[in-house]
């Protein structure tokens, strides 16, 4: 029973913060979707170095080992990305780059794949914290969850601008990142399975996610504000990335407070 109270957790809160973002993303900010690009490098700079990089460094391993693996991961995306596997494409059909019909949107296909990862092994690992929070105690396990959805309602937004901004439709970007969230239903499980073998490797898949968080931010989204150079462009710019690190912010020391 307690399994069961695990996975529809994970899978709700999963499915309710995408539903939020999914509203936000083409109802609120439709009309805003170019600036809240600012926003979502706010949101990933501030998840990997606020929240994924400080719980991964709380657990008793060597430091070491920790920033060897964050450097393999940064090695490894633009080494992916230099071999077209997840080549970022940033035009769309009929955008005068003179490409046969369809190109755009094939290579769109491969882009935003990056950040999928991260949040993939981000929600695995949701998932995984919430199965530990119900075995200590139930109530703790809803709490647990509650947190998470306020944490993923800002990321999955994020999510949603990085692949509309990749060329993604509505609709195989929503697929995507719904894909992403059941992820957390498969961290549920395994947590409830092999918790204390998991435990182990926990700090590592934080570190990977972080690594994605910080490549994509670093390497395609802050580029593209630069593009945009004026002092009229970099004032909302600026403020978006703040408004993005805020939220993240406040909702790690929720976190931290059910924790």
Same mark, same amino acid.
């Given at each position: 029973? $307690? *399994?069961?109270?695990?996975? $529809? ?5 999963? *499915? ?17 979707? @170019? ?8 949101? $990933? %700079? ?6 994924? $990089?400080?719980? #991964? #460094?709380? #657990? ?27 080549? =970022?494409?940033? =035009? @769309?059909? +009929?955008?005068?780059? =003179? ?12 882009? +935003?794949? %990056? ?6 092994? @981000? /929600? ?8 530990? #929070?119900? %075995?200590?105690? !139930? ?14 309602? !800002? @990321?999955? *937004? ?6 509309? /901004?990749?060329?993604?439709?509505? +609709? ?50 802050? !580029? ?22 805020? *939220? ?12």
């Amino acid at each position: 029973m $307690l *399994l069961v109270w695990i996975v $529809l957790s994970a899978v709700t809160g999963g *499915l309710f913060a995408l539903g939020v973002a999914h509203w936000l993303a083409y109802r609120v900010f439709a009309g805003y979707l @170019h600036h809240m690009v600012s926003l979502s490098v706010g949101v $990933l %700079l501030a998840v990997a170095l606020l929240h994924l $990089l400080p719980e #991964a #460094a709380e #657990a008793d391993l060597d430091p070491h080992a920790l920033f060897a693996c964050m450097l393999a991961a940064i090695i490894g995306f633009f080494v992916l990305e230099k071999i077209a596997l997840l080549r =970022h494409s940033h =035009h @769309h059909e +009929g955008d005068g780059h =003179h490409h046969h019909s369809g190109h755009d949107r094939h290579e769109a296909g491969k882009g +935003g794949m %990056l950040i999928l990862i991260g949040s993939s092994l @981000h /929600n695995l690992v949701d998932g995984i914290l919430i199965a530990a #929070a119900f %075995l200590v105690d !139930p109530i703790l396990g809803v709490l647990t969850a509650a947190s998470i959805i306020l944490h993923e309602v !800002p @990321h999955k *937004l994020s999510d949603f601008v990085v692949l509309i /901004n990749a060329g993604l439709s509505r +609709g195989r970007a929503f697929q995507l990142i719904l894909f992403t969230s059941l992820c957390s239903a498969l961290g549920g499980v395994l947590g409830y399975f092999v918790l204390s073998a998991l435990e182990t490797w926990l700090p590592y898949i934080l570190v990977v996610a972080a690594s994605s968080f910080l490549y994509i931010s670093i390497a395609d989204l802050m !580029p593209q504000m630069h593009r945009r150079s004026s002092l009229r462009e970099a004032g909302p710019q600026l403020l978006l990335v703040a408004i993005g690190v805020s *939220l993240i912010y406040a909702v790690t020391l929720v976190l931290h407070l059910v924790h």
